[in-house]
């Protein structure tokens, strides 16, 4: 019998990734990406409407792309026939969330709403929709409503009710012309199958569906008379499985994949969740950490708790019966971008391009001869605010310890331990909660950085095993669509056969993790000074930015 196939599609922050994996062993055949056109809109339109601070949108355009070049290369690559793909599996950020008509037309391909920014898909890291979180939180902890603690006390302003309320408390207009309100997760499945659906996973780390439903009206109408059917008017009360089939490509969409109409299309997914059973990683105790413009933590545990700080633990979140538990960080390659971009004197520019290699890759040259502590600075690593554990994108930056003989590649490590110490602060969190954390497996771009690698080990204590492959989280995805086209029972099974992971790839150097252990303590004093309310300069600081 041929040999069978599935398509998994990673929707990432900047890019589309897609992958043809091989169903018996996980082995990946080929791979297509497609960088989005727009990537993250943050200043202003494609109309050159300004947008407030911290906004950040997307094009859906650019997802519609991914599946038109990405996909087809992938297969090309490949040598696959399409006869021979029996599923297509896809993840994307989350929450990623955008206002369409109800056959699913984005209101921002409408032409007379192309001009108004709460048209458009607003990106997990979309920030602007703070004040909403604030009082989302507030109202629960006044009401006690029980699912608060399962998010760690606190909703993200990354979440989606808070963006869904901006949406009707700026532009009453576009809340009204939405007649859905989806992840952009599930559309992309819309736009393959003609039908809708609403995963579970989303809904239940980024839309507080807990014990089988959403919030009660009486809960959303308090936030805004206009908004206690929310659920009702404009979602789906009925969840679609993990692992379960969507639906199958429509003749449309073949066109534009390259494959079989009918194909089977998996339940949309999480892209850092679904990165689990990539890694072989379907029972507790093993975190992974999906690095990338962001990190996510994800983590199976066997009982319930109540974790400080946490993003969501959400029962069959990843895998069928136990508690997957989410936590984050919304800044890491991303903050390493900006200072590539914004801090690095022309100098290392010129150097890299001599040598042909990338400025991340001769910083990190530079800086991997240091020893810890060499340099003299430690950094807090807020510079897209805090995930977890405040959950506070009113939080910024902050490097201390410059002197006149601090260089760029001194702060390119500071700033890269900043975000190893923001992961150990969530490791002794989850332990402290008595969610155990006995590996860390490290996924996304991040590690092919070996400097940063080496730094998460010594400053975690703890050995990191990698998963190796290029695209995990489309690895994932492929996984879920052979479950979904019945070639596996489930995502265990699915996982035994095509997970991998090199174990203990990285391990502790004791001499560095003791020098570490003293710095740790003084981002600690900083973390709790700057974060829990003994000095709330940032929070100042960013009120006066967004007051001018
Ligand atoms: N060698 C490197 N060291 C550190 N950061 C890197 C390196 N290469 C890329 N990055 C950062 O990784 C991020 C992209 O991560 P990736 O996982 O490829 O995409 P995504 O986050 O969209 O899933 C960018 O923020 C980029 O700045
Ligand atoms: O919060 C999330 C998952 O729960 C986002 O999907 C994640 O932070 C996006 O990160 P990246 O751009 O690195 O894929």
Same mark, same amino acid.
């Given at each position: 019998?041929?040999?069978?196939?599935?398509? *998994?599609?990673?929707?990432? %922050?900047? %890019?589309?990734?897609?992958? =043809?994996?091989?169903? %018996?062993? *996980?082995?990946?055949? $080929?791979? *297509?990406?497609?960088?989005?056109?727009?990537?993250?809109?943050?200043?202003?339109?494609?109309?050159?409407?300004?947008? *407030?601070?911290?906004?950040?949108?997307?094009?859906p355009q650019d997802?519609?792309?991914?599946?038109?070049?990405?996909?087809?290369?992938?297969?090309?690559? %490949?040598?696959?026939?399409?006869?021979?793909? =029996?599923? =297509?599996? =896809?993840?994307?950020?989350?929450?990623?969330?955008?206002?369409?008509?109800?056959?699913?037309?984005?209101?921002?391909?409408?032409?007379?709403?192309?001009?108004?920014?709460?048209?458009?898909v607003k990106l997990w890291k979309h920030h602007a929709s703070q004040p909403q979180a604030d009082r989302i939180n507030a109202l629960a902890e006044g009401r006690g409503e029980f699912w608060l603690p399962r998010y760690g006390g606190k909703q993200s302003s990354e979440w989606f009710f808070a963006k869904a309320l901006q949406i009707l408390e700026e532009d009453p207009e576009m809340y009204g012309a939405s007649e859905r309100l989806i992840e952009a997760?599930?559309?992309?499945?819309?736009?393959?199958? $003609?039908?809708?659906t609403r995963n579970a996973c989303t809904a239940g780390y980024k839309a507080i569906h807990q014990d089988g439903h959403f919030p009660d009206q009486g809960y959303f109408a308090e936030l805004h008379p206009d908004f206690a059917d929310v659920v009702q008017t404009r979602m789906k009360e009925d969840l679609a499985p993990l692992g379960g089939k969507a639906g199958e490509l429509t003749p449309r969409a073949a066109g534009w994949t390259?494959?079989?109409?009918?194909?089977?299309?998996?339940?949309?997914?999480?892209d850092a969740h679904v990165t689990l059973p990539a890694a072989g990683v379907t029972e507790p105790g093993r975190l992974v950490a999906i690095m990338g413009t962001s990190t996510c933590h994800v983590l199976l545990g066997d009982t319930l708790r109540e974790v400080p700080g946490m993003c969501g633990v959400v029962p069959g979140g990843v895998v069928p019966g136990l508690y997957g538990y989410e936590a984050g960080q919304s800044g890491v390659g991303d903050i390493f971008a900006w200072f590539v971009k914004n801090g690095v004197p022309p100098e290392y520019h010129e150097q890299a391009k001599r040598e042909g290699i990338n400025l991340h890759a001769l910083l990190e040259r530079e800086a991997s001869t240091q020893a810890p502590g060499e340099h003299g600075l430690v950094a807090l690593d807020w510079i897209n605010g805090n995930r977890s554990v405040l959950v506070d994108a009113n939080l910024s930056g902050m490097i201390l310890g410059l002197t006149l003989g601090t260089r760029a590649p001194d702060i390119y490590r500071a700033l890269i331990e900043a975000t190893a110490y923001g992961t150990r602060v969530i490791v002794e969190n989850f332990e402290g909660s008595g969610v155990p954390v006995n590996e860390i497996v490290i996924s996304g771009g991040l590690k092919r950085n070996r400097m940063l690698m080496q730094i998460y080990a010594d400053v975690t204590g703890r050995p990191l095993s990698v998963l190796d492959v290029e695209q995990g989280p489309a690895v994932g995805s492929a996984m879920h669509a052979a479950v979904?086209?019945?070639?596996?029972?489930?995502?265990?099974?699915?996982?035994?056969?095509?997970?991998?992971?090199?174990?203990?790839?990285?391990?502790?150097d004791a001499k560095n993790q003791r020098t570490y252990d003293r710095l740790y303590g003084e981002y600690v004093s900083l973390h709790d000074y700057f974060g829990r309310g003994a000095n709330e300069v940032m929070h100042r600081l960013k009120a006066m930015r967004r007051a001018d």
């Open positions: 019998m041929a040999e069978r196939y599935a398509v *998994g599609v990673d929707f990432g %922050s900047e %890019s589309g990734r897609a992958v =043809i994996v091989r169903v %018996s062993d *996980g082995a990946v055949l $080929g791979e *297509g990406v497609t960088p989005y056109a727009h990537v993250v809109m943050d200043r202003t339109l494609p109309t050159e409407e300004k947008l *407030g601070k911290e906004w950040a949108l997307q094009h997802y519609l792309d991914v599946f038109q070049q990405a996909v087809p290369a992938a297969l090309k690559a %490949s040598g696959v026939f399409p006869d021979d793909v =029996i599923g =297509i599996g =896809i993840d994307f950020t989350a929450c990623t969330m955008m206002p369409t008509t109800a056959d699913g037309t984005p209101l921002c391909f409408l032409p007379e709403y192309a001009r108004r920014p709460h048209a458009w997760a599930d559309w992309v499945v819309w736009q393959l199958t $003609g039908v809708e390259g494959l079989k109409p009918g194909t089977a299309i998996a339940v949309a997914n999480v979904a086209a019945g070639e596996y029972p489930d995502i265990f099974a699915a996982a035994k056969c095509m997970g991998k992971v090199r174990r203990e790839a990285f391990v502790p």
